[in-house]
């Protein structure tokens, strides 16, 4: 880590509005230009964490706006800056204090190479243009509240005014994932955001957890200065330096240091479970899909439509599919088809394969001219098959020979399940919590379904040794319904996939769909937030059978109860939550996961 520093009184910091830079599937994304390596004049110091700043080599002509601590940026210095909040191939976004509405805003600055009156960005607020921002905030989508334009020493420079935000839904899992009703209502919300969207006829294009958020408890945006600062701490920086350790003057451009960018805390107590929908840079209207290049969405939640440039076919389905993905890295913990970080094409395919079955066409003829992989081209004994053989769309399309084929179904029948996808949902994963405090995790999500759960981890329990982390599996019943769903959303051709409505109505999300009695600013009696089997690693007992008995006797009797009174529900809702005290105190007691 780097120095921990403020300038100019600045100490203010806020939480992570991040513009990932991640490797796009196409082969032809466009990415900024830095410089040759023998033209690098500056670099970071020892103590600096490369992977919390940008890159210092793109403070150049046409690159990022250098930024300090205290900068005042805006008409008459109106947002005075205390925080880095993110950064990405094209922006750098900064925690500032609105001297206007007296509001934290997060301020989004582009390169001045992508400034432009043309640029994504202000397309996209042409396009949700004449719908009221309220109205796209109540339906989970937030675009940037106004704009303006800065002139520095590496150009004009684009500024967006976004709200200040919690983090990303990308690891939610790994902390909540044993509070199932938790995370169906979160991505329950991801689907109502898409159907609003979609109903206004336009599509996200990048619809994956670095653009959804959380949002931050009411009044957060408001706090004064202390009091951000200890949420938070104070910015971390890594010092910039001449490459040859010179100690003359920085040129205009580059800023004497970087700032590392913040991070709110899941468990923080700040965190609404309430989600936006972020970066539109890439949205289109749904007859006006993108032409030649696809939407530049990464491997992981790409659909095959988008992975072989199939323009004319990207649209709401595009989207649906993205959602699939997203859905199973915020309730399972993963990305069905690619790693986010390793896998490669050839390997992305090869598991939707695995999930959908052999690639048919279109897809098949252009995979077999991209000349990357042949199809089954190569008999057992290695010797070349027939000319046309990869037309053949009974076999897979994503291995060299007919044994590389069987040995491939073998191994997934070996898991006991007929397809990758469900049988990695039958694996479960190790969360990075102990038994005590997921169940504390589980109680306060059924007594308030309105923020996330709390949670204070000490030093040490943040490096828990693998006996004292539970093992998570969905139960059986969910791991079905959950593979139907997906089923449904991730086909190889597009008009196959569910419609929104079709998911949204789905058995997995237990009559979300249907309206509620409750108002939103009321929990909802009938919400059952039963804590999940949950077991730890090494032979322990993988099932909390008292919790989860009880809590789906309770969940049954809400669902009875559903159409009585209001004050009916509340007193339920009373006994539920002494109730989870009284189950909790007594399991802590015991010291141990069932009996």
Not at 334 to 358: I, N, R, S, W, Y
Request: aromatic share 10%; with cysteine.
């Amino acid at each position: 880590m780097g120095s921990n520093m403020s300038e100019n009184g600045s100490q203010s910091a806020a939480n992570t509005h991040t513009t990932t830079n991640q490797t796009s599937h196409s082969v032809d994304s466009q990415e900024q230009e830095v410089p040759e390596f023998n033209e690098f004049k500056y670099r970071l110091n020892d103590d600096a964490d490369a992977d919390e700043v940008e890159d210092i080599f793109c403070y150049t002509p046409g690159g990022y706006h250098p930024v300090a601590l205290g900068d005042a940026l805006g008409d008459g210095g109106r947002f005075r800056v205390y925080h880095k909040l993110g950064f990405g191939g094209y922006a750098t976004v900064w925690l500032c204090h609105d001297n206007i509405s007296k509001k934290w805003r997060a301020v989004k600055i582009m390169t001045a190479d992508s400034s432009t009156p043309d640029c994504a960005e202000l397309k996209a607020l042409r396009l949700f243009n004449g719908i009221d921002p309220d109205v796209l905030a109540a339906n989970r989508l937030q675009l940037a509240l106004e704009h303006f334009w800065i002139d520095g020493p590496n150009g004009r420079h684009l500024c967006f005014v976004l709200p200040f935000l919690g983090p990303k839904l990308s690891t939610t899992y790994s902390t909540y994932g044993h509070v199932p009703e938790l995370m169906k209502d979160i991505c329950f919300q991801l689907v109502e955001a898409l159907k609003f969207l979609h109903s206004h006829r336009l599509c996200h294009g990048d619809f994956r957890t670095d653009n959804l958020l959380f949002r931050l408890a009411d009044g957060v945006d408001e706090w004064d200065e202390e009091a951000v600062m200890k949420l938070l701490g104070k910015p971390d920086l890594a010092r910039v330096e001449h490459m040859d350790g010179a100690e003359t003057k920085f040129e205009p451009g580059v800023p004497a240091y970087l700032v590392e960018r913040a991070h709110i805390a899941y468990g923080s107590g700040v965190c609404s479970s309430q989600i936006a929908v972020i970066d539109f840079g890439v949205s289109y209207r749904a007859s006006q899909p993108p032409i030649y290049k696809g939407t530049g969405i990464p491997l992981p939640f790409a659909s095959p439509e988008d992975i072989f440039r199939r323009d004319g076919d990207l649209g709401f389905h595009t989207d649906i599919w993205a959602l699939g993905v997203a859905i199973a890295k915020v309730r399972c913990g993963f990305t069905p088809f690619a790693d986010e970080q390793h896998d490669t094409l050839l390997e992305g395919l090869g598991k939707m394969e695995c999930v959908m079955g052999p690639m048919p066409e279109p897809y098949r003829s252009i995979w077999n001219k991209w000349g990357g992989v042949f199809v089954n081209c190569q008999d057992e004994n290695h010797g070349t098959r027939e000319d046309g053989c990869w037309k053949d769309e009974s076999v897979l399309a994503t291995v060299y020979t007919d044994k590389e084929e069987c040995a491939r179904r073998s191994r997934i029948k070996e898991g006991r399940s007929p397809n990758y996808l469900h049988y990695r949902l039958q694996t479960g994963d190790m969360m990075q919590i102990d038994e005590e405090e997921a169940a504390d995790i589980a109680a306060q999500a059924a007594a308030n379904s309105h923020r996330l759960p709390a949670y204070t981890w000490g030093e040490d329990s943040r490096q828990l040794k693998y006996e004292e982390q539970i093992q998570y599996t969905m139960t059986d019943v969910e791991i079905k319904q959950m593979f139907d769903l997906f089923l449904k959303m991730f086909q190889w051709h597009p008009e196959q996939r569910a419609t929104l409505d079709q998911v949204a109505n789905h058995e997995w999300f237990g009559g979300r769909s249907r309206p509620q009695l409750a108002t939103p600013s009321t929990p909802k009696p009938n919400n059952n937030k039963r804590a999940q089997a949950v077991g730890s690693g090494n032979g322990k007992e993988s099932v909390w059978r008292g919790w989860r008995l009880y809590w789906e006797q309770i969940g049954q009797g809400l669902q009875k109860g559903a159409g009585r009174t209001l004050k009916f529900m509340a007193t339920i809702g009373k006994t539920v939550s002494e109730a989870i005290v009284a189950a909790t105190r007594r399991y802590r007691k015991i010291g141990r996961w069932g009996n």
